[in-house]
């Protein structure tokens, strides 16, 4: 699965799913969690974080790639009690 773009990269943790982080100095840009409602995996964006076309692409594809498989994390995302 690739998890290395251009401009970002994610990163499998315990506790979210995947967090997003931007390639030039790590700075964290999300958390990518199941969303049981939706049942989908979905990103939720740090707070006046901006993106170009280009990494909106990437992030959709990594997306994809995560929501094409089983789910395999337990954890509580959005939506879930």
């Known amino acids: 699965m690739k998890t290395r773009y251009k401009y970002i990269h994610f990163d499998d943790v315990q506790d979210c799913g995947w967090y997003c982080y931007n390639n030039r100095n790590d700075d964290s840009l999300g958390c990518v969690t199941f969303y ?46």
Request: charge should be positive.
């Open 36 to 81: 049981p409602i939706w049942k989908q995996w979905v990103i939720d964006f740090r707070p006046d974080m901006v993106f170009n076309n280009q990494c909106l692409r990437d992030i959709a594809d990594f997306l994809d790639q995560l929501n094409k498989k089983p789910t395999r994390h337990k954890a509580k995302g959005k939506g879930e009690k």
